[in-house]
């Protein structure tokens, strides 16, 4: 490896700690360990340390493997957790895997240890490059995407204007004088306006939050403006504000299209007279909800799996997020998206 490791050892036993590197240090394996066996020392050290690795023994008073495992998948998800246990059945095993171990070691047969780390760690490496690959894509498209709306205002959108204060100066000038419009000078003088409010529409799709950090707000209440009543149903955005919205400009991006597509789900199918749209933000989360009072699923919610709900569900998975649907008490459908705030993951960090 080209760079020290950090490996934390959960386990109780120093001679079986030592036993466990002397095994990897025999493969040629750089690393620095650190040993600890309570939950405090643990998450502690999970902070501090910043280890690579976890090699947690499952078998451990107080605090073990199983509780360990769980809380580094939930707060630290990108941390790899390898068991390194005594005697494990089949069953055992297989809930660990399933609960997020990248893999299992029995203690006796520990000259498998060496090179279950190194393939974890390479899957690790390729996971890692795999999301900075995705990450510069995605930031490539949302440049491309400015660059256009920036082109087609400043662009398109210039022109038009230019061609709409032709026209409207020509009818008046025609008033002024007396003479008979000539109706096909009003309708290009129609058409140029209703061509404006196109072009600046598509500039809106196309970069919906401008340049601004802050901008999820603003653009969710021109959307819900744009979207509301006839002959669709009424939108009313409600904010629910407890902490400062902490979240990148990608990532409100994301909750952005999210809102648009199921506002545009809820007009074109649900048949609802009223949605609403909330922004629910804390210290800890931010959470949009579209609830609208139409006819719900033909099929159970978790079963919808249409283009526009994987699309959501994936939007949801970039940010780290949950998405949910269900059903609204009363008749409807309610959709949920909840994000981290200061989303920033240690993949990208490190």
């Given at each position: 490896m080209a760079r020290e490791l950090k490996i934390?050892?959960?386990?109780?036993?120093?001679?079986?700690?030592?036993?466990?590197?002397?095994?990897?240090?025999?493969?040629?394996?750089?690393?620095?360990?650190?040993?600890?066996?309570?939950?405090?020392?643990?998450?502690?050290?999970?902070?501090?340390?910043?280890p690579d690795l976890v090699l947690a023994d499952s078998k451990l008073p107080g605090f073990d493997g199983r509780e360990a495992l769980e809380w580094v998948t939930q707060r630290y998800p990108d941390i790899p957790v390898i068991m390194v246990t005594g005697a494990l059945g089949d069953e055992a095993a297989v809930e660990f895997l399933i609960s997020g171990a990248s893999d299992y070691v029995l203690k006796d047969r520990l000259a498998?240890?060496?090179?279950?780390?190194?393939?974890?760690?390479?899957?690790?490496?390729?996971?890692?490059?795999r999301e900075q690959l995705e990450q510069a894509l995605r930031d490539a498209a949302h440049e491309e995407r400015r660059r256009l709306a920036q082109e087609l205002h400043d662009g398109l959108g210039q022109e038009l204007t230019g061609l709409a204060m032709l026209a409207d100066g020509l009818?008046?000038?025609a008033a002024r004088e007396g003479r008979v419009v000539p109706p096909e000078l009003t309708r290009l003088a129609v058409i140029a306006r209703e061509a404006i409010k196109t072009c600046r529409d598509i500039a809106h799709g196309v970069s919906p939050l401008g340049g601004a950090q802050g901008g999820l707000i603003?653009?969710?209440?021109?959307?819900?403006?744009?979207?509301?009543?006839?002959?669709?149903p009424g939108i009313a955005l409600t904010l629910d504000l407890h902490a400062t919205l902490d979240i990148s400009h990608e990532a409100s991006?994301?909750?952005?299209?999210?809102?648009?597509?199921?506002?545009?789900?809820?007009?074109?199918?649900?048949?609802?007279?009223?949605?609403?749209?909330?922004?629910?933000?804390?210290?800890?989360?931010?959470?949009?909800?579209?609830?609208?009072?139409?006819?719900?699923?033909?099929?159970?919610?978790?079963?919808?799996?249409?283009?526009g709900l994987r699309t959501m569900?994936?939007?949801?998975?970039?940010?780290?997020?949950?998405?949910?649907i269900g059903v609204r008490e009363g008749g409807g459908a309610v959709l949920t998206c909840e994000?981290?705030?200061?989303?920033?993951?240690?993949?990208?960090?490190?």
């Open positions: 934390l050892m959960l386990e109780d036993i120093p001679e079986e700690a030592e036993w466990v590197e002397r095994e990897l240090r025999k493969s040629g394996l750089t690393f620095t360990a650190r040993r600890v066996q309570a939950r405090e020392q643990f998450t502690t050290a999970i902070e501090e340390f910043e498998r240890l060496a090179s279950a780390v190194q393939r974890v760690l390479r899957e690790q490496e390729d996971s890692r490059s009818l008046k000038q603003d653009a969710l209440r021109e959307l819900t403006a744009r979207l509301s009543g006839p002959p669709g991006e994301h909750l952005y299209r999210i809102a648009q597509e199921s506002l545009a789900n809820a007009i074109k199918h649900s048949g609802a007279t009223a949605v609403q749209l909330r922004l629910e933000v804390d210290t800890d989360s931010v959470r949009l909800r579209i609830i609208d009072n139409g006819r719900g699923f033909a099929s159970p919610p978790a079963a919808a799996s249409g283009l569900r994936s939007r949801a998975h970039a940010m780290a997020g949950r998405f949910s994000v981290p705030q200061h989303s920033a993951s240690r993949v990208a960090a490190r």
